[in-house]
């Protein structure tokens, strides 16, 4: 059983949860200071709805996954691992939109929470309501991040699934550590040093997404000649070409093998590959250069404010008062 595929998903979804953790901890406080902690079930609510909707969609995923290749059985695996790669994209998407967006918008999180939850109990009536959905929101913002990175990896069995939980759970602790025991945690810190973490995973993807998109080519150029023109590259297929990306340009195989330890690892957290190709090679520098580049730019110019950064620490840790 290979445990080290839970790895990615365990850090994306700690890293998610804290971020939900946080939207959760701040109402639940705001409504203890206003006196309104009747509205607590809204937010348990919102929590469980947005979880189980999660889970739901990962369970979509895989039905539509599955109905598509009984509906062309000789095409099935070429049609799994296109899904896989099409996954792999939609993730990288949702996962560096949500880490550039967040970055920016971490030091207004609680003035927005704040807003919400004000706006929600001017509502009377509908206070609840108001409640539950910005909880729900919130969590099926993580939640959706999640399930596709998840879906783009559901041929390594359930151990992402169960990475997904077990950050989950973390999160989770991380929250009643901060607002229910008064523990202080740097989370500025710990979002920039997870930020960083998961750009390499996200950089991992496109080299994985990547190649699941030449596997789909040669499996259908093998499966069909007519076909054939896909692999545009090499003329036959063999192990060491690839179809689509160009010619090899390392080959670690016999130094770090990516499925023995401690490749295996470097494999299922940051995407490394004992044979890199060309464009695989040219994507993931290409990513890091720009996505990681404004990420990196974004901590330096959210730092460069002494006013901002003690305000921001003294919120996000004093929340349960």
């Known amino acids: 059983m290979n445990f080290s595929t839970a790895l990615p998903t365990f850090v994306i979804t700690l ?8 939207v959760v901890g701040i109402v639940l406080a705001l ?6 902690s009747q509205l607590n079930s809204w937010v348990y609510a919102g929590v469980g709805v947005g979880i189980a909707l999660s889970a739901l969609v990962g369970v979509l995923l895989s039905w539509v996954t599955q109905a598509l290749s009984a509906a062309n059985p000789q095409y099935a695996s070429v049609t799994e691992v296109l899904l ?5 994209v939609l993730a990288i ?9 967040m970055t920016k918008q971490a030091r207004f999180m609680k003035a927005q929470v704040e807003g919400a939850v004000t706006s929600a109990l001017k509502a009377d009536k509908n206070a609840g309501w108001g409640v539950f959905w910005l909880i729900l929101i919130a969590v099926l913002r993580e939640g959706f991040e999640t399930v596709f990175f998840v879906a783009a990896n559901f041929q390594q069995g359930l151990m992402p699934a169960l990475g997904a939980i077990s950050g989950l759970v973390a999160a989770a602790a991380v929250g009643v550590l901060m607002f229910k025991w008064g523990v202080k945690i740097n989370i500025r810190q710990f ?8 750009v390499l995973i996200v950089a991992g993807l496109v080299v994985t997404a990547l190649q699941r998109f030449d596997e789909a080519a040669a499996a259908l150029a093998l499966s069909d000649r007519a076909s054939e023109s896909l692999c545009f590259y090499y003329e036959r297929f063999t192990k060491v070409h690839s179809c689509i990306l160009g ?3 390392s080959n670690t195989s016999k130094i770090l093998p990516d499925e023995q330890f401690p490749g295996i690892i470097l494999k299922s957290l940051f995407g490394y590959r004992d044979k890199l190709y060309l464009v695989q090679a040219v994507a993931y520098i290409v990513f890091l250069l720009t996505i990681g580049g404004i990420y990196l730019r974004s901590l330096r110019g959210g730092g460069n404010n002494p006013k901002n950064q003690p305000r921001k620490q003294k919120s996000m840790s004093s929340t349960s008062d």
């Open 247 to 249: 010619p090899m340009v």
């Open 93 to 101: 998407a949702m996962l560096s939109w949500m880490l550039i967006w």
């Open 84 to 88: 896989e790669g099409l996954f792999c």
């Open 191 to 198: 979002f920039q040093v997870m930020g960083i973490f998961l």
């Open 15 to 22: 890293r998610e949860g804290v971020e939900a953790a946080l």
């Open 31 to 36: 409504l203890k200071k206003a006196k309104q």
